[in-house]
């Protein structure tokens, strides 16, 4: 939300516009947020159950650095090649004029402040830890109320004209809350299903498609993310992945004899998670999150504020035509080269 309108204000007198907006949203809304779990909504979900929060930076940056370096050259030479030199003469005299300012930033000095202030309230108040250097564990929504008032703030302080400038509006975030309310809510079911069958229906899709559990795990939590949400998936399995963590020495033994490796834990509360299994969740939910615009929150964010600028953007199958034929090719070479063994 930050880099959207800065996005759609340099392209505004571009032709060919509607794939930069499509590469942000596979590159910002999705694959760019796996570092740490400020950076995608169901990395959140996993801090706020008990992931470290340096765990995701240790565990997925090979992954991160192969996937969005290969998209941003890939989007490099698609556009350079290809779109620029279909824009109008006009446009491409503009761009290379050198007094041509790509944009300006007007009421960093409050604003700034209070976005960090919103990612501290994120880091340091979670009411299942204390405060860095304290004993202090944080009141129950604590965090929610000092990010509201921060909201709030930026609201009533900063200048009504840049908002209308950027043609700033509560439309896009009710027309989201409103659909993945939904989503969520359909979510309780299946979250409860697999909390308490979650073993055997794992082992019953290991008899029939012939996948360990690393690659299930991937598969099924990206393909599911892509269309019911990824935030909600990612607690299914990563409930899922809990349920079959070994705890007791026979329990290792036989995790063992299944898997051919040993068992990894990552201390989570209340005990432990694998840490291949985790790996294997965090990133189907992030990467595939990316393929439709109802597999991560900020995709249909990101679509109804470009629309509300101007741009046609792609159907819901449309947007699919781009994921299916760029980003997952692209994420299948990642799971070959990271993911243990090939995928296939």
């Known amino acids: ?118 990612i501290a309230a994120i880091a340091f108040l979670d009411p299942g830890r204390p405060v860095p250097g304290t004993d202090w564990h944080p009141w129950f929504y604590l965090r929610e109320a000092v990010q509201l008032g921060l909201a709030a703030i930026s609201l009533f302080f900063s200048s009504t004209l840049i908002r209308k400038e950027n043609v700033f509006n509560f439309l896009a975030i009710g027309e989201v809350a409103a659909l993945f309310f939904g989503i969520f809510l359909c979510m309780q079911a299946p979250l409860q299903i697999m909390h308490t069958k979650g073993r055997d229906i794992v082992a019953h899709a290991e008899s029939v498609t012939g996948l360990n559990k690393e690659k299930l795990f991937f598969w099924t939590t990206g393909t599911l993310g892509s269309v019911l949400d990824n935030a909600p998936t990612y607690v299914v399995f990563f409930e899922t992945a809990r349920v079959l963590t070994p705890e007791t020495d026979e329990e290792k033994a036989q995790w063992r004899a299944a898997t051919g490796r040993e068992f990894m834990p990552v201390h989570i509360k209340g005990g432990f998670i694998d840490h291949k299994l985790l790996i294997a969740v965090s990133l189907g939910a992030v990467f595939m999150g990316a393929l439709t615009y109802i597999g991560n929150a900020p995709n249909f964010l990101i679509k109804a504020v470009a629309e509300q600028d101007g741009v046609k953007m792609p159907s819901f199958f449309g947007f699919m035509v781009y994921s299916c034929l760029i980003l997952l090719p692209l994420i299948a070479v990642m799971a070959f080269i990271f993911l243990y063994d090939p995928l296939v």
């Open 1 to 118: 939300m930050l880099l959207i309108r800065p996005l759609l204000d340099m392209n505004r007198h571009r032709k060919h516009k509607i794939h930069s907006v499509v590469f942000f949203i596979f590159c910002v809304c999705n694959c760019g947020g796996c570092l740490t779990p400020l950076g995608d909504p169901p990395l959140f979900l996993g801090y706020l159950r008990g992931v470290p929060f340096e765990w995701t930076l240790f565990a997925l940056t090979p992954m991160w650095a192969f996937v969005n370096v290969s998209l941003i050259v890939f989007y490099f030479l698609w556009d350079s090649l290809w779109f620029y030199r279909r824009e109008s003469q006009e446009y491409r005299a503009q761009k290379n004029d050198p007094h041509q300012k790509l944009f300006t930033a007007s009421g960093w000095k409050l604003n700034v402040p209070l976005l960090l202030g919103v």
